[in-house]
T-cell receptor, first 114, second 113 residues
Framework: KAGVTQTPRYLIKTRGQQVTLSCSPISGHRSVSWYQQTPGQGLQFLFEYFSETQRNKGNFPGRFSGRQFSNSRSEMNVSTLELGDSALYLC?????????????FGSGTQLSVL | GESVGLHLPTLSVQEGDNSIINCAYSNSASDYFIWYKQESGKGPQFIIDIRSNMDKRQGQRVTVLLNKTVKHLSLQIAATQPGDSAVYFCAENPTYNTDKLIFGTGTRLQVFP
């Protein structure tokens, strides 16, 4: 079974631009969540999707958004990029999003904002 | 792909020794806990999990201990190998029916020969 796949692996953008990151969960997994990882703040929860609905959102500005498609694939979008958005963005999936089952992560998208 | 802040605590152990990585979690309502390993350039890799109705769980060369009284979690790695060198994160889930995890700051494990 293939793991969680994230594309692209690396991205370089400039301030003010927008970016879309993609995540394909493990086959059969219906819950997808996104995390931001930075050296200063560590791993922080962005949002979670289940059956195409956002079920939970972390403490991030409205410039961060996401969606989930009927095949459980998910995208996240960051608009009006700021230097502080430079980070590793990680996607994770679980079977049913019960909160007490294994959560599997992809390798992430490394975003650099110049 | 790892947390490399200067504040990251580091545990250095000799190959073959046992390692113990500690974590203090924040929410007494947390019901589910996970340990992850993150190597450079990779995402967090699941190691072992434990639910709040247990105080110990064993896997292959790893044991997780949970002390709910003091909100403390530990990961024990037996016979530590060079391949165990990575950053280790504990994570807690205080909310039912969601995958919203709260992660610890991480501990860097360095294994030397």
């Amino acid at each position: 079974k293939a793991g969680v796949t994230q594309t692209p692996r690396y991205l370089i953008k400039t301030r003010g631009q927008q970016v879309t990151l993609s995540c394909s969960p493990i086959s059969g997994h219906r819950s997808v969540s996104w995390y931001q990882q930075t050296p200063g703040q560590g791993l922080q929860f962005l949002f979670e999707y289940f059956s195409e609905t956002q079920r939970n959102k972390g403490n991030f500005p409205g410039r961060f958004s996401g969606r989930q498609f009927s095949n459980s694939r998910s995208e996240m979008n960051v608009s009006t990029l700021e230097l502080g958005d430079s980070a590793l963005y990680l996607c994770a999936s679980s079977s049913a999003g019960t909160g007490s089952e294994k959560l599997f992560f992809g390798s992430g998208t490394q975003l650099s904002v110049l | 792909g790892e947390s490399v802040g200067l504040h990251l605590p580091t545990l250095s152990v000799q190959e073959g020794d046992n390692s113990i990585i500690n974590c203090a979690y924040s929410n007494s309502a947390s019901d589910y806990f996970i340990w992850y390993k993150q190597e450079s350039g990779k995402g967090p890799q699941f190691i072992i999990d434990i639910r709040s109705n247990m105080d110990k769980r064993q896997g292959q060369r790893v044991t997780v201990l949970l002390n709910k009284t003091v909100k403390h979690l530990s990961l024990q790695i037996a016979a530590t190998q060079p391949g165990d060198s990575a950053v280790y994160f504990c994570a807690e889930n205080p909310t039912y029916n969601t995958d919203k995890l709260i992660f610890g700051t991480g501990t860097r494990l360095q294994v030397f020969p």
